[in-house]
């Protein structure tokens, strides 16, 4: 059964850090794994989607890398800002179509 | 505006009621899905439809019953709502396996 963690459950830094999210995941058997963000109150935003046969992909101050074999992806964000508190999800998606999210990590930027 | 939009945004009811939720997409998906995101905040998939037929059907009580009268809509009906259904109710679409558009979320409250 697949299992997805993410590290920290919550982080706070200054704005302009560059920070990084992590997931794990317990089988490696995955199609593809997406990062999310999700406001309070709000829905999610699908922010990269990373295929089994990549290693990463980027989106302006987003960077998400993938290494299926150790079971983990990261999501670095560059020059942190306040914008950009919110939580962060990843899912993996398995042979039977489904996403498994993870724990989720809530990031606070301070200005 | 593209998206996927749901229907209610709130539902507060008594317990022992029927409710129904409506999701929409207008983005030509062929896939929607129904999420439940718990208390703590941990996201689960329901259901997935893929051109109207159930696909994924995960050990959900039967009192949850899905219904995609065609491609660009699947319902989400409650009977006897309990306590424990309380949560908040996601909707999502996608084409095939590719990226997962959610909807903002139905937050059900049963008193």
């Known amino acids: 059964k697949q299992e997805v963690t993410q590290i920290p459950a919550a982080l706070s830094v200054p704005e302009g850090e560059n920070l990084v999210l992590n997931c794990s995941f317990t089988d490696s058997a995955i199609y593809n794994l997406q990062w999310f963000r999700q406001d309070p109150g709000k829905g999610l935003t699908s922010l990269l989607l990373?295929?089994?046969?990549?290693r990463e992909q980027t989106s302006g101050r987003l960077n998400a890398s993938l290494d299926k074999s150790s079971g983990r992806s990261t999501l670095y964000i560059a020059a942190s800002q306040p914008g950009d508190s919110a939580t962060y999800l990843c899912a993996v998606r398995g042979a039977t179509n489904k996403l498994i999210f993870g724990t989720g990590t809530l990031l606070a930027v301070q200005p | 505006d593209t998206a996927v939009s749901q229907t209610p945004k709130y539902l507060v009811t008594q317990m022992g009621n029927d409710k129904s939720i409506k999701c929409e997409q207008n983005?030509?998906?062929?896939?929607m899905y129904w999420y439940k995101q718990d208390s703590k905040k941990f996201l689960k998939i329901m259901f997935s439809?893929?051109?109207?037929?159930?696909?994924i059907n995960e050990t959900v009580p039967n009192r949850f019953s899905p219904k995609s009268p065609d491609k660009a809509h699947l319902n989400l009906h409650i009977n006897s709502l309990e306590l424990g259904d309380s949560a908040v109710y996601f909707c999502?679409?996608?084409?095939?396996?590719?990226?997962?558009?959610f909807g903002p979320g139905t937050r059900l409250t049963v008193l």
């Open positions: 990373i295929q089994s046969s990549q």
């Open positions: 983005l030509g998906h062929d896939t």
């Open positions: 999502a679409s996608s084409l095939g396996q590719r990226t997962q558009y």
């Open positions: 439809y893929n051109n109207k037929e159930l696909i």
